[in-house]
């Protein structure tokens, strides 16, 4: 078991950036593949980002060359870099683990955080 917990958030102009973090604790490991995704007002939770315990990236194509996700195996923490944010981007921003998995389907994610919230004014 591991428990996953996020910061960051907060309210940004477009344009401008943030960097999320999302700290493990509990059963923790470094051959945990993690992922960020994020849920608008209404919407499906979405993925965002993935990184392999390996530190093989894969992102959705709407932030690809603005997001950056990193992870520092000794502090057990998984970061989510945003640049060029844009109004669009407002969501929760949940980060997820799983082993063997790094893909887009949040049904293969077994451990979520509680979320962090994202605005982006105009």
């Known amino acids: 078991q591991v428990q996953l917990v996020e910061s960051g958030g907060g309210l940004v102009q477009a344009g401008g950036s943030l960097r999320l973090s999302c700290a493990a604790s509990?059963?923790?490991?470094?051959?945990?593949?993690m992922g960020w995704f994020r849920q608008a007002p209404g919407k499906e939770r979405e993925f965002v980002a993935g990184?392999?315990?390996?530190?093989?990236?894969n992102y959705v194509n709407s932030v690809k060359g603005r997001f950056t996700i990193s992870r520092d195996a000794a502090k057990n923490t998984v970061y989510l870099q945003m640049n060029s944010l844009k109004p669009e981007d407002t969501a929760v921003y949940y980060c997820a683990a799983t082993v063997n998995y790094w893909g887009s389907d949040k049904r293969l994610y077994p451990y979520w955080g509680q979320g962090t919230q994202v605005t982006v004014s105009s």
């Open positions: 990184i392999t315990w390996a530190g093989s990236t």
């Open positions: 509990g059963r923790t490991s470094s051959n945990y593949d």
